[in-house]
């Protein structure tokens, strides 16, 4: 059996009762706007060495810039990208023997769209000698929450306010002691 039989028949397995060819339907990728988002906050960032820099406003400002993503759903796809980061043990212990907390240091680090490097080469290795960086939350965890689980008539719970610092308070728990690993 050739190609082109193969296609009649997948064609005609598509036909109804009617005989009426049903268009499959091609599933696009939708384009990636969280990290326009983020491309455009580096570029914007870079402008403003040398000056007090309010992060959050450069943020809100590029959020604002792209128009297909709103600001609830820039949040809640931060939070899930920020809830997949810290399930790496490698990025707790690399914050932990930094000094850093982690919430902090996964909002910034995604939205510099570093994560590809960091778990590949480390915190230390990636932000070497500006740490600082990673240090100062742009939202707070509330702030993720209401926009991941609230809605017009309900907010999210206690529970989901500060479900990531109980995942990463019951992790950092269980981490080997620095020196452990070192050995």
């Known amino acids: 059996m050739n190609k082109s039989n193969l296609k009649d028949l997948f064609l005609a397995s598509l036909v109804d009762d009617d005989q009426r060819v049903v268009k499959s339907s091609k599933t696009s990728r939708k384009p990636n ?3 326009y988002v983020n491309s455009k906050y580096e570029s914007l960032l870079a402008n403003q ?10 943020i809100e400002e590029c959020i604002h810039r792209v128009e297909s993503i709103n600001p609830k759903e820039y949040l ?28 902090s240091a996964a909002q910034n680090i995604i939205i510099l769209n570093r994560q590809a490097k960091v778990l590949k080469l480390g915190l230390k290795h990636v932000f070497n000698g500006k740490i600082d960086l990673l240090k100062d939350a742009i939202f ?8 991941k689980f609230g809605g017009v008539e309900n907010h999210a719970s206690e529970t989901q306010k500060s479900q990531l610092s109980t995942l990463i308070g019951k992790a950092m728990n269980i981490l080997p002691d620095s020196d452990m690993v070192s050995e």
């Open 49 to 58: 060495i040398g000056c007090q820099v309010d992060k959050r406003k450069v």
């Open 140 to 147: 707070t965890e509330t702030e993720l929450a209401e926009a």
């Open 76 to 103: 809640t796809t931060l939070r899930d990208s920020m809830t997949k980061f810290v399930y790496n043990l490698s990025f707790l212990m690399d914050c932990r023997d930094l000094n850093v907390e982690p919430l």
């Open 33 to 35: 706007y969280f990290g």
